[in-house]
């Protein structure tokens, strides 16, 4: 049993390595690594599992407000099938369009950032002591 086990910690330090080498995972993983001890034997299986619930919560909200980069996926669709069919008067009405799809998401975009700035400058205004 202890052979097995050796051979899984083995098999999981190379895979670990494997990803550090194609940049999937980077040398803050050993961080984490080295804050595992016996009170948190777990203690890197969790964070892992937190850090997929939390990126996946940010994907979905950043999925739903980015519905204007859609309209931008169609303008951009739409100039490529006028481009095909040798249409040019197609052409410049989806390149206007792409271009006009594009300032409203660009814009819609800046908002965002600009929200998420505020939020983490008031968090930051709470946090200092008085």
Same mark, same amino acid.
Do not use: W
């Given at each position: 049993?202890?052979?097995?086990?050796?051979?899984?910690?083995?098999?999981?330090?190379?895979?670990?390595?494997?990803?550090?080498?194609?940049?999937?995972?980077?040398?803050?993983?050993?961080?984490?690594?080295?804050?595992?001890?016996?009170?948190?034997?777990?203690?890197?299986?969790?964070?892992?599992?937190?850090?997929?619930?939390?990126?996946?919560?940010?994907?979905?909200?950043?999925?739903?407000?980015?519905? /204007?980069?859609?309209?931008?996926?169609? /303008?951009?669709?739409?100039?490529?099938?006028?481009?095909? /069919?040798?249409?040019?008067?197609?052409?410049?009405?989806?390149?206007?369009?792409?271009?006009?799809?594009?300032?409203?998401?660009?814009?819609?975009?800046?908002?965002?950032?600009?929200?998420?700035?505020?939020?983490?400058?008031?968090?930051?205004?709470?946090?200092?002591?008085?």
């Amino acid at each position: 049993m202890a052979a097995k086990g050796k051979d899984l910690s083995q098999q999981l330090e190379e895979l670990i390595s494997s990803l550090q080498e194609q940049g999937i995972l980077t040398d803050y993983f050993d961080d984490i690594k080295e804050l595992q001890d016996e009170i948190n034997p777990r203690f890197v299986d969790e964070i892992i599992t937190i850090f997929l619930r939390v990126a996946e919560d940010y994907r979905a909200e950043l999925t739903r407000n980015l519905n /204007a980069c859609g309209l931008v996926s169609l /303008a951009c669709q739409e100039l490529v099938d006028a481009s095909e /069919a040798n249409n040019k008067e197609g052409c410049l009405v989806a390149l206007e369009n792409v271009n006009h799809e594009y300032l409203v998401a660009k814009e819609n975009l800046n908002r965002i950032v600009g929200m998420e700035c505020e939020i983490y400058d008031m968090r930051l205004c709470r946090k200092q002591p008085e």
